[in-house]
């Protein structure tokens, strides 16, 4: 079935560097749709960005990323950490059916 | 824009009870999903429906029922609370099934003493 995997589980930064969070996912759907959620500290998770467009750059309050359905990824990256980035990331699959989430990489900017 | 309205905030029930956990929207969406969130884990869906009286089994179904009555609301009921299953549970909703942006409720935090 569908699946999402998300390597680091934790990640902590310092406030000004780059930040890339993996994901890779796993479907038969020829085209999924992926996304990323991000969740800050006692809310709800909400969209930060999302694509259907392979190799297609998409951006959003700074982060940014790039569906490569050849090697499966969805990585998101931002050229600079700042404080209130520090959250709950969740990379996302759709087959058109239902959302599959991964298991979330919480990142920590320290100043 | 809408919102995603969940009862109770907080859930404190006994092992081996059955509690309902209840959402309602009006964004006057087609699709309505409730997820488990446990640390580490990530956000695994139970039960979606894709309109009224629609019900679909998730990855973690077993120990629960759904109810879409309405196209509003949509209820969960872990029909025998245990304890590992001390989580937060969090409804969403989306216009249709897929490729559209998922809205989610603040969540019910579930804890079986």
């Known amino acids: 079935g569908d699946s999402v995997t998300q390597t680091e589980g934790l990640v902590t930064l310092t406030e000004g560097l780059p930040v890339m969070l993996n994901c890779t996912y796993q479907t038969i759907y020829s085209n999924p749709f992926l996304f990323w959620y991000v969740q800050h500290l006692n809310e709800s998770p909400r969209l930060l960005l999302k694509s259907f467009t392979d190799n297609k750059r998409t951006e959003h309050q700074g982060f940014h990323a790039t569906l490569h359905k050849s090697s499966s990824s969805f990585h998101l990256q931002k050229s600079s950490a700042q404080l209130s980035d520090s959250a709950l990331y969740y990379c996302a699959l759709s087959d058109y059916n239902v959302l599959y989430f991964g298991s979330g990489t919480k990142l920590t900017v320290e100043p | 824009g809408g919102i995603i309205t969940q009862t109770p905030k907080f859930l404190i029930g006994q092992e081996g009870q059955k509690l309902t956990l209840k959402c309602q929207q009006n964004?006057?969406?087609?699709?309505m999903y409730w997820y488990r969130q446990d640390s580490g884990k990530g956000l695994r869906l139970i039960y979606y429906?894709?309109?009224?009286?629609?019900?679909q089994k998730g990855d973690l179904s077993e120990g629960y029922d759904a109810s879409r009555e309405k196209k509003s609301s949509f209820s969960l009921t872990v029909t025998s609370a245990q304890k590992n299953e001390m989580a937060v549970f969090l409804c969403?909703?989306?216009?249709?099934?897929?490729?559209?942006?998922?809205?989610f409720g603040k969540g019910t935090r579930l804890t079986v003493v």
């Open positions: 964004f006057n969406h087609d699709t």
């Open positions: 429906s894709i309109t009224e009286n629609d019900l």
């Open positions: 969403a909703s989306s216009l249709r099934q897929g490729g559209t942006e998922v809205f």
